[in-house]
């Protein structure tokens, strides 16, 4: 069992930049592969980053590539979003998420088995 609660959300201007925390509770964190998501209002949740550190794999959207970067600290049990020049399409309730590192399909929701409760992010024109 995987609980995930996210932090670091807020109100920053176009061209800012922001980094989402996802800190995980449970022994077998550093087992898990770990992905970002964000839902804006009247849109599906949609993926943005993922990374396999059993073998390195690294995934992102094309929207966010380039600009985001995930990244781990299994010390302190805590994923990072590192989001850089952000545009108000950027907007969204960001999830974390957290997942075996087995199989495929990781820019599917329905693959992940621990979600967090979400973090506001707003970027201002």
């Known amino acids: 069992q995987v609980q995930l609660v996210e932090s670091g959300g807020g109100l920053v201007q176009a061209g800012g930049s922001l980094r989402l925390s996802c800190a995980a509770s449970?022994?077998?964190?550093?087992?898990?592969?770990m992905g970002w998501f964000r839902q804006a209002p009247g849109k599906e949740r949609e993926f943005v980053a993922a990374?396999?550190?059993?073998?390195?794999?690294?995934y992102y959207a094309d929207s966010v590539k380039g600009r985001f970067t995930i990244s781990r600290d299994n010390a302190k049990n805590t994923v990072y979003l590192q989001m850089s020049v952000l545009k108000p399409e950027d907007t969204a309730v960001y999830y974390c998420?957290?997942?075996?590192?087995?199989?495929?399909?990781?820019?599917?929701?329905?693959?992940?088995?621990?979600w967090g409760q979400g973090t506001q992010v707003t970027v201002s024109s």
């Open positions: 998420a957290a997942r075996n590192p087995y199989g495929r399909n990781w820019i599917l929701a329905d693959a992940y088995d621990y």
């Open positions: 990374k396999n550190w059993s073998n390195g794999n690294t």
């Open positions: 449970g022994r077998t964190f550093s087992s898990y592969a």
